[in-house]
């Protein structure tokens, strides 16, 4: 399929949740549909709660395998939630895959505070470097291999302005959530090469259904696992400092990367607590 679409059926399914009506889409037959790592019927969930979209909005797609990705918000009555959206389209045309992820922060055992949903113009224009599909998803998963058990090792390549986004909060190079959590006064690898993720046991399931080459986006899913039986750690300037996570926790997570000249520019990330070690129903399939 075509980007435009891939976007056309993104706009349908879109228009279709924020008036509640699963029904007026073409799904193919035996789609699967999830929210929050669970699969549930078509309907249910968050088509039975919204209120509306919010206005962020950052849609890519890739062609080769019919998948289109967007990162917005939906608004419940309660609050307004970074939302992940993954659709995979079969070649009639049809919906044969929807993978959500809705960060509720009133279910969350970690609250992000301020949270914040703006525009980033460095997501949407077109490498000036463009590498392989294959290297994309490389660097991609460095990514994830620099932060499983992260020992100031690098394992993929960072532009030295790199920034990264998760749940709505700058989490590199700012300031005022340094306050809370210092590390994010850092840049990314700054932050890795200072050992400051020990604490992430696994980086398991990991999954990069969509790669758009054309935009240099790669959007990956997986889990980190904590056990929770590192109590405190030495980072790689010999400081030692206790770990944030005490007791068997997990997170699934969607991470979108922006890659241009060999390296990541860019992280969208969002993420959610579920059971610890929770499998995937899409690692079934």
Known sequence: MTRAELYAV???FLA?????????????????????????????????TIDRLGDYQLRFADVKTGQVGYFGTVIEPIEESAFTLRLGVNEAGQIAECEMLIVRQSDSGIKFENCRYWDK????????????????????????DTLQRNDGTIHTKFHPDCNRVENGVQTTRNPDFAKIVPVSALGCEEQFRMGNYRYDDDLRA????????ER??????????????????????????????????SFYISELFKIDHGMIEQ????????????????DAL
């Open 16 to 48: 279709a949740l924020n008036t509640r009506d699963p029904h007026a889409l073409d799904w193919a037959q035996g789609a699967h549909h999830s929210e929050n790592n669970v699969m549930l019927e078509i309907g249910d969930g968050v088509w039975g």
């Open 216 to 249: 240099g986006l790669v959007l990956a899913f997986g889990f980190i696992d904590h056990s929770g039986r590192l109590r405190e750690f030495q980072l790689t300037d010999g400081r030692t400092v206790k770990s944030p996570v005490l007791r068997p926790h």
């Open 267 to 282: 992280i969208e990330a969002n993420f959610i607590t579920v059971p610890y070690r929770m499998p995937s129903p899409w």
């Open 206 to 213: 990991r999954r990069f259904p969509l790669v758009d080459e």
């Open 121 to 144: 113009p460095i997501l949407h224009r077109e490498p000036e470097e463009p590498v392989s599909r294959e290297e994309m998803v490389r660097l991609s998963n460095g990514y994830f």
């Open 10 to 12: 993104l706009d349908r």
